[in-house]
């Protein structure tokens, strides 16, 4: 299994920035691609970004993108989502999650494997 724990939220006004992270432990950690979510109250969860295995290719959703940097550092075994300029509308719980690919430069933000518990992040003056 693969174990995925969230930090980093927390409340931020609105032009401000946070540095999200997702740490990583159990099998294979490198094996996966690793996607960010998010979901706020009311709303279905959305795809946000991903990076692949490899951390040779990235995705991002076109609402952030420019906003929003993923990276890993795989000797930690942790991805991190720095996100700028929040907006009140990026307010969500937001999730990590690993899912396998068959090429090592590809991701997606479809099924996944296995998902962390989430961390809130709450934009607001």
């Known amino acids: 299994q693969l174990l995925l724990v969230e930090s980093g939220g927390g409340l931020v006004q609105p032009g401000g920035s946070l540095t999200l992270s997702c740490a990583a432990s159990?099998?294979?950690?490198?094996?996966?691609?690793i996607g960010w979510f998010r979901q706020a109250p009311g709303k279905e969860r959305e795809g946000v970004s991903c990076?692949?295995?490899?951390?040779?290719?990235?995705r991002y959703v076109d609402s952030v993108k420019g906003r929003v940097t993923i990276s890993r550092d795989n000797a930690k075994n942790t991805v991190y989502l720095q996100v700028n300029s929040l907006k009140p509308e990026d307010t969500a719980v937001y999730y990590c999650?690993?899912?396998?690919?068959?090429?090592?430069?590809?991701?997606?933000?479809?099924?996944?494997?296995?998902w962390g518990k989430g961390t809130l992040v709450t934009v607001s003056s």
């Open positions: 999650a690993a899912r396998h690919f068959v090429s090592t430069d590809y991701c997606d933000n479809s099924g996944v494997d296995y």
């Open positions: 159990g099998f294979s950690y490198t094996y996966y691609a």
């Open positions: 990076i692949s295995s490899s951390g040779g290719f990235t």
